[in-house]
């Protein structure tokens, strides 16, 4: 076991719901260990810029259930260069703390390994972003409450397909990845749902919807994920009405998917994931993420968290293959 003395915590990147439960329980934990505790506010920006606080446990009551996150959160251009990183490690050594914990996605994890080698630092990452992107881990915090708030949405956008007989495309977060998609599309009923990872042509698409007509469908939904290979949710829907003469009505559910309280799953998994970040460094561990995979915690190196890639679930894609349309 490795005697910590003092750590720090921040959140870096695009945020995500269930956040405030990870630093939540990331405090009340090193509190526990008689470890002193630091937030930085701003993510890699306020590491740079020394907006660093001392935190307690009633810096952290009555978060657990916001969206967002308190500590705030940014992207950082000045810390991808070595010169902005000097300075963090700096604020870092200004504070006497050696080991911080990040949470965020592959991006935060990139920073959060650059510390490590450059200067040092004992790192642990947490996974914390809607898309579920992450090597290393089954859900990320975030993700579930996102799939919750797009499935509402399109629930709602189903009252309207239905009551004017119309098609429509409702483009999804995910930036790389068809996580998000493939899970609102199967539970919202779709008819088809475009994901990065399967190849599918505007040619597939017209297909299709001459078939849900000739069937007696009057109305569908398309489920788009962001970064798809055929473009936005607005240039299929150009490209549908340019090959096949039909009207496509769009929708881009976009930033509200990042907000709203998080689900208990989510906070849960935040939880667990704060507790065991904080665990890992007293352990000795460093430079890798904690996860959560078939109920048992895992610790992946950060490299490995963007270099090896997540599939989704192959069993979901037959599933949505033989039920949807």
């Given at each position: 076991m490795k005697k910590i003395q003092r750590l720090a915590?921040?959140?870096?990147g695009g945020d995500?719901?269930?956040?405030?439960?990870?630093i939540r329980s990331v405090v009340r934990t090193a509190i526990n260990e008689n470890i002193t505790v630091f937030g930085v506010y701003g993510g890699y920006k306020g590491l740079m810029e020394g907006e660093v606080m001392p935190l307690s446990?009633?810096?952290?009551?009555?978060?657990?259930?916001?969206?967002?996150?308190?500590?705030?959160t940014s992207r950082s251009e000045a810390f991808c260069h070595q010169a902005g990183r000097r300075r963090a490690a700096a604020?870092?050594?200004?504070?006497?703390?050696?080991d911080l914990i990040v949470i965020g996605g592959d991006g935060s994890f990139h920073g959060a390994h650059a510390l490590y080698n450059e200067h040092n630092v004992n790192v642990i990452g947490i996974p914390g972003t809607i898309d579920n992107d992450i090597y290393g881990t089954d859900l990320t915090i975030g993700y579930d409450t996102a799939v919750h708030?797009?499935?509402s949405s399109i629930d709602k956008i189903r009252d309207t397909a239905t009551s004017h007989d119309r098609l429509f495309l409702v483009e999804v977060m995910g930036r790389r990845a068809g996580f998000i998609a493939l899970e609102v599309g199967i539970c919202g009923g779709a008819e088809e749902i475009l994901v990065p990872e399967k190849e599918t042509t505007i040619d597939d698409l017209?297909?299709?919807?001459?078939?849900?007509?000739k069937a007696g469908k009057t109305s569908s939904l398309i489920v788009v994920a962001e970064g798809h290979k055929l473009g936005t949710a607005s240039e299929i829907a150009k490209s549908i009405k340019d090959l096949s003469n039909i009207d496509c009505h769009?929708?881009?559910l976009g930033h509200t998917q990042r907000g709203g309280s998080p689900t208990a799953t989510d906070r849960l998994l935040a939880s667990r994931l704060g507790y065991h970040a904080v665990q890992a460094l007293i352990?000795?561990?460093?430079?890798v993420m904690v996860g959560w995979i078939n109920d048992h915690v895992t610790y992946t190196p950060l490299p490995d968290t963007w270099e090896k890639k997540k599939p989704l679930d192959e069993e979901l894609l037959k599933i949505y293959g033989i039920i949807s349309a």
């Open positions: 915590v921040l959140t870096s995500a719901p269930g956040m405030n439960a990870a446990r009633r810096s952290v009551s009555n978060i657990l259930q916001k969206g967002g996150t308190f500590l705030k604020t870092l050594k200004e504070w006497d703390i050696n708030t797009a499935l017209g297909k299709h919807i001459r078939n849900w007509s769009v929708c881009v352990k000795g561990k460093s430079d």
